[in-house]
Antibody, heavy 123, light 113 residues
Framework: QVQLQESGPGLVKPSETLSLTCTVS????????WSWIRQPPGKGLEWIGY???????NYDPSLKSRVTMSLETSKNQFSLSLTSVTAADTAVYYC?????????????????WGQGILVTVSS | QSVLTQPPSVSGAPGQRVTISCTGSSSNIGAGYDVHWYQQLPGTAPKPLIYGNNNRPSGVPDRFSGSQSGTSASLAITGLQAEDEADYYCQSYDSTLSGFHFVFGTGTKVTVL
């Protein structure tokens, strides 16, 4: 059974960089696409971006200038870096595995999800 | 800002049928990209409910069904139960000049009366 677990600081100061890691157990990160998704308190879901094991990435256009994703295959982990954060970046951040054909990313859906980690941006 | 619009809330009595709409455009649902649905219980991560417009993952009751037509999709819950009280989100793919990316609906809260 595949399980995902987010980790990282729960509090980040404005203008600094938010860094999170997702640890995958029960499967290899070499086999799938992986995404980060966030949910501001009381609001809806927002896709941030994905990474594929050979390093290809795709980020949401609205966040593209501030986002970087990377893989640590030896640790079966992938990471998110979001620079120049503001209060608007306060959210629960989820990591998730893609489901679907590797030849048709556009049809992918997300399962499973990590439990999520609340990151608050505040001084 | 989400490009997929859902009603903020729907409600029904136990045993009734409710539907949740997900309205998109020609750059996402109307372009033929699949629609998927998630259920989010309070304080938990979203769980997939429907994938590929009308398929249920293993373990999801057949009370849940999905459909898609034109630029919209719908999730139907028949025989509404108390444990169905949750937030529901649609998800698809969007392709525009600014880029291509996954998108979620605005979310719908289902209340069981």
């Amino acid at each position: 059974q595949v399980q995902l677990q987010e980790s990282g600081p729960g509090l980040v100061k404005p203008s600094e960089t938010l860094s999170l890691t997702c640890t995958v157990s029960g499967d290899s990160i070499r086999s799938y696409y992986w995404s980060w998704i966030r949910q501001p308190p009381g609001k809806g879901l927002e896709w941030i971006g994905y990474i594929f094991y050979h390093g290809s990435t795709n980020y949401d256009p609205s966040l593209k200038s501030r986002v970087t994703m990377s893989l640590e295959t030896s640790k079966n982990q992938f990471s998110l870096s979001l620079t120049s954060v503001t209060a608007a970046d306060t959210a629960v951040y989820y990591c998730a595995r893609h489901v679907g054909s590797s030849f048709w990313v556009r049809g992918h859906w997300f399962d499973p999800w990590g439990q999520g980690i609340l990151v608050t941006v505040s001084s | 800002q989400s490009v997929l619009t859902q009603p903020p809330s729907v409600s029904g009595a136990p045993g009734q049928r409710v539907t949740i709409s997900c309205t998109g455009s020609s750059s996402n649902i109307g372009a033929g990209y699949d629609v998927h649905w998630y259920q989010q219980l309070p304080g938990t991560a979203p769980k997939p409910l429907i994938y590929g417009n009308n398929n249920r993952p293993s373990g999801v009751p057949d009370r849940f069904s999905g459909s898609q037509s034109g630029t919209s999709a719908s999730l139907a819950i028949t025989g509404l139960q108390a444990e169905d009280e949750a937030d529901y989100y649609c998800q698809s793919y969007d392709s525009t000049l600014s880029g291509f990316h996954f998108v979620f609906g605005t979310g719908t809260k289902v209340t069981v009366l």
